[in-house]
């Protein structure tokens, strides 16, 4: 020991940062090793603790609301494709519980300064920064910093502390309260959903910086590098002929794959190239023409409105162009981001981060609009803002259909016009919303506080459940996410467990000893059933800092992963009974603040309430309540009122919550 702090090889520290900005006190707290056991990091970790540290029906946006700053598990260990961290908190968005994900190399910056998570809580009087040096932990003097965007905000920081400062902030959308606002990191990587930029911007807290390195301390350090090697060696390698003449195929892939009813998926090389190459914007033109891309405010048809002449404007192959280097996050053996230059579209554009296939689909085949300056000018506008794009562009294709509608006129929009399809508009319109001008502030919170300030019928074209508006994935192509969508704790999310989603990788070689059968996409309770597992599985990634798409490259070590960091040496079982634990401990503390996930409906566009008489989903309905009920029962969750039983609660340890709940 030394102090109060043991001296611990497992993973984690066992200790983390307690900021209070009222009264700028700021200590470490001590976290028992059975937490950790039982939640391991991330999202797990951070519900826990805010769950117990947090009163019933406290207000999001006030100064007893406690954000968390979390690295995963694994975060920091160099185990493969573990760069992930999360932001955690009660969402002002949907008044439940909130988390957001983000990968870069800010996770791994606050496991290696020692701690395995920073809770803020308070509201300063002045905006504030706070510091992690090797000469302590400090409250620093931010009003230089307010008003500037986050990648200016991380610059200076760096200017001020050094260049290797890891740095996350909030930019003009979280200074302004925006509840679609998020917080980024290394210049444009965005924990951008549940609105939890607007719990910094509230509190006053601009930005994190982190100037202090150490060794994450592992059980077994030679075991764990030597799988991260071989790993990485087998997934690294050169692509064969087959592969390249596949990879190259791309831009004639969208109509076979329609005609074929397939989707994105292959053998883990494949993958590995095409995500490599192209990052998720390979799904730009396949995802509209075989209906798993929304379009036209989700009124449209793919092939129909938004064709593949059109939609290959904004094609992966068409980013490439601009490629200036890849960027992959911490101990990504991928690496499917990258760095673009377009300086002549815009002198901010001279190093920005390519566009992510979620922003492409919301600003591109959600509006029409497939000019791609626009999306590369509006993609680095909201990474300076801060501002979550998924939310943002629902809420502009939204404006746009009641503009069209006649809901809205130019008088209500300060004279702006709004078109499907109009880029200049659209810029205008994201401009107006991150700087809360004129009509811009009616959406500045999302597509349901906009209904409620305009009024007229428009929430017939307000796509959102519970709050948040849906992502780029439709679920009559996928139909697992009615459920994710309608379900989860935090709603509207693609980055939810998802067995439609987690079968496009090989997920029965992920986990050895989980039984996943071929789930049969109209079958609810055979989805329901398999929806329980990889519940599990899904918690257990994000809580251990691990990337979803690791689920896509074949055989994945992850219970010896696990062991070489704590030596705990968990089955499949033990590790889908901590996932179930976490999912059951967010799901609480919706319920404890009054918001059951169970009660959330999906707007009828997104499941067929009126089926299309065209287009890949013609005909279809999905029933996702059918759904919600078979995965309640799997659960062990009231199938008719959506709370855990108490039976589920004993066999969990969290029994002491069904008080709280029930």
């Known amino acids: 020991m030394i102090g109060s702090i043991p001296l611990i090889n497992n993973g984690y520290f066992g200790k983390v940062i307690l900021a209070d900005l009222a009264s700028g006190d700021i200590k470490e707290k001590i976290i028992p090793d059975e937490i950790y056991e039982n939640f391991l990091g991330g999202y797990g970790l951070g519900v826990k603790l805010i769950y117990d540290w947090t009163r019933k029906g406290y207000d999001p946006l006030s100064s007893e609301a406690i954000l968390g700053f979390l690295p995963g598990l694994l975060t920091g260990t160099n185990a493969p494709f573990?760069?992930?961290?999360?932001?955690?908190?009660?969402?002002?968005?949907?008044?439940?519980?909130?988390?957001?994900?983000?990968?870069?190399?800010?996770?791994?910056?606050?496991?290696?300064?020692?701690?395995?998570?920073?809770?803020?809580?308070?509201?300063?009087?002045?905006?504030?920064?706070?510091?992690?040096?090797?000469?302590?932990?400090?409250?620093?003097?931010?009003?230089?910093?307010?008003?500037?965007?986050?990648?200016?905000?991380?610059?200076?920081?760096?200017?001020?502390?050094?260049?290797?400062?890891?740095?996350?902030?909030?930019g003009k959308a979280g200074e302004k309260v925006s509840l679609i606002s998020g917080v980024v990191n290394d210049k444009g990587r965005i924990a951008a959903r549940s609105g939890l930029g607007a719990v910094m911007g509230i509190k006053k807290l601009k930005a994190i910086a982190i100037k202090k390195k150490g060794v994450v301390p592992?059980?077994?350090?030679?075991?764990?590098?030597?799988?991260?090697?071989?790993?990485?060696?087998?997934?690294?390698?050169?692509?064969?002929?087959?592969?390249?003449?596949?990879?190259?195929?791309?831009?004639?892939?969208p109509k076979i794959l329609r005609w074929t009813k397939s989707g994105l998926t292959g053998t883990p090389d494949l993958m590995f190239e095409v995500y490599h190459q192209f990052g998720t914007t390979a799904l730009n033109a396949i995802a509209p023409e075989i209906g798993d891309a929304p379009v036209k405010n989700w009124g449209g048809i793919g092939y129909l409105d938004f064709p593949l002449s059109t939609a290959r404007n904004i094609t992966g192959h068409n980013f490439i162009k601009y490629k200036l280097r890849s960027y992959g996050c911490s101990a990504c053996p991928v690496q499917c981001g990258a760095i673009l230059?377009?300086?002549?579209?815009?002198?901010?554009?001279?190093?920005?981060?390519?566009?992510?296939?979620?922003?492409?689909?919301?600003?591109?085949?959600?509006?029409?609009?497939?000019?791609?300056?626009?999306?590369?000018?509006?993609?680095?506008?909201?990474?300076?803002?801060?501002?979550?794009?998924?939310?943002?562009?629902?809420?502009?294709?939204?404006?746009?259909?009641?503009?069209?509608?006649?809901?809205?006129?130019?008088?209500?929009?300060?004279?702006?016009?709004?078109?499907?399809?109009?880029?200049?508009?659209?810029?205008?319109?994201?401009?107006?919303?991150?700087?809360?001008?004129?009509?811009?502030?009616?959406?500045?919170?999302?597509?349901?506080?906009?209904?409620?300030?305009?009024?007229?019928?428009?929430?017939?074209f307000a796509i959102n459940a519970g709050g948040q508006e849906l992502p780029g994935h439709d679920p009559r192509h996928f139909p697992s996410l009615g459920l994710s969508y309608s379900s989860d704790p935090t709603p509207g999310r693609h980055t939810t467990a998802s067995i439609n989603f987690a079968e496009m990788g090989p997920i029965r070689d992920y986990l050895p000893g989980i039984n996943i059968t071929k789930s049969v996409k109209h079958n609810p309770k055979k989805l329901a059933e398999n929806q329980r597992i990889v519940t599990g599985v899904h918690q257990v990634i994000s809580a251990l800092g691990l990337c979803t798409f690791s689920t896509l490259y074949g055989t994945f070590p992850l219970l010896q992963f696990l062991d070489a960091a704590t030596g705990w040496k968990l089955s499949a079982h033990d590790v889908l009974k901590i996932g179930w634990r976490i999912q059951t401990m967010r799901l609480a503390f919706s319920l404890r603040e009054g918001v059951n996930p169970y009660k959330v409906s999906l707007p009828g566009r997104a499941w067929g309430e009126k089926p299309a008489e065209k287009g890949p989903h013609a005909g279809e309905t999905v029933d996702y309540k059918e759904m919600n009920r078979f995965y309640y029962e799997e659960m062990g969750w009231d199938a008719t009122t959506g709370i855990p039983t108490l039976e589920t609660l004993k066999g969990l340890g969290l029994e002491s919550l069904y008080e709280d709940i029930s």
């Open 218 to 253: 592992v059980k077994y350090k030679k075991f764990l590098l030597s799988l991260t090697r071989h790993y990485n060696n087998h997934l690294i390698k050169q692509p064969g002929r087959l592969i390249k003449a596949l990879v190259s195929m791309m831009p004639k892939l």
């Open 341 to 460: 230059s377009a300086p002549e579209i815009n002198p901010n554009l001279r190093e920005t981060h390519r566009p992510e296939y979620e922003t492409c689909t919301m600003f591109g085949t959600l509006s029409l609009n497939n000019n791609i300056e626009s999306i590369l000018a509006i993609n680095d506008m909201c990474n300076r803002a801060g501002i979550d794009s998924i939310s943002a562009g629902a809420s502009i294709s939204f404006a746009i259909e009641c503009f069209e509608k006649g809901i809205l006129s130019a008088k209500d929009t300060g004279g702006l016009e709004l078109h499907w399809g109009d880029s200049n508009a659209i810029i205008r319109l994201v401009d107006m919303i991150i700087n809360r001008d004129g009509f811009g502030d009616v959406l500045a919170d999302g597509t349901k506080r906009a209904v409620e300030r305009i009024g007229k019928g428009c929430e017939a």
């Open 82 to 170: 573990s760069g992930r961290y999360m932001v955690c908190g009660k969402s002002p968005l949907t008044g439940g519980w909130g988390d957001a994900n983000s990968g870069g190399f800010f996770g791994p910056a606050i496991k290696k300064a020692g701690y395995d998570g920073i809770f803020i809580s308070g509201i300063a009087d002045t905006p504030s920064y706070l510091l992690i040096s090797e000469e302590g932990l400090s409250m620093n003097n931010a009003t230089d910093l307010w008003g500037l965007d986050a990648i200016e905000t991380d610059l200076k920081l760096q200017e001020i502390h050094g260049h290797e400062t890891r740095v996350c902030s909030i």
